[in-house]
């Protein structure tokens, strides 16, 4: 049962991560700027969302899901993110907790001026993320053959 719901969950994070993709594409194509188009904003907020979507599909469904099919106690998120790290789902944890960080700061940032230096934040940590979901993609591979 837990096998079946891992595989559903990884549909949602491979497209997840299609979607994530394409909008960090458009977003550096548009670069970093003092003052945006109003399609420019659209771009970045679907890029900032897509990439909180992303993060919690990987950290709060994924993670959650191969700690219970590994009988894992489930303990906080730095927990299950370091977990993730030990298993070498992802090359660093820290990095990791930044990217929920920063997810978090989507979520309740509310301010232009900082909206924008969470632009320039989610294009450097982005890679990582898109990375990170690769990397559990393939370890996920053994649950599902």
Same mark, same amino acid.
């Given at each position: =049962? ?11 994070? !491979? ?13 550096? =194509? ?30 709060? *469904? ?5 700690? =219970?099919? +590994? ?14 790290? *030990? ?6 944890? +820290?990095?990791?907790? +930044? ?16 909206? !924008? +230096? ?23 591979? *053994?649950?599902? *053959?």
């Amino acid at each position: =049962e837990l096998i079946k719901l891992l595989d559903s969950e990884i549909d949602l994070l !491979k497209n997840a991560t299609v979607i994530c993709r394409y909008s960090l594409d458009k977003c550096l =194509e548009i670069g970093i700027n003092q003052d945006y188009s109003q399609q420019e904003l659209v771009e970045f907020e679907a890029l900032t969302g897509r990439f909180a979507r992303l993060s919690d599909i990987l950290i709060q *469904k994924i993670f959650r899901l191969i700690d =219970e099919i +590994e009988l894992e106690s489930e303990g906080t998120i730095r927990d299950r993110i370091n977990r993730a790290e *030990k298993k070498g789902i992802v090359k660093n944890a +820290e990095t990791l907790i +930044e990217i929920r960080t920063l997810r978090n700061e989507i979520a309740h940032e509310y301010i232009p001026e900082a909206i !924008k +230096e969470i632009y320039v934040e989610v294009l450097n940590f982005c890679p990582f993320l898109l990375e990170y979901s690769e990397m559990t993609l393939n370890y996920c591979q *053994k649950y599902l *053959k």
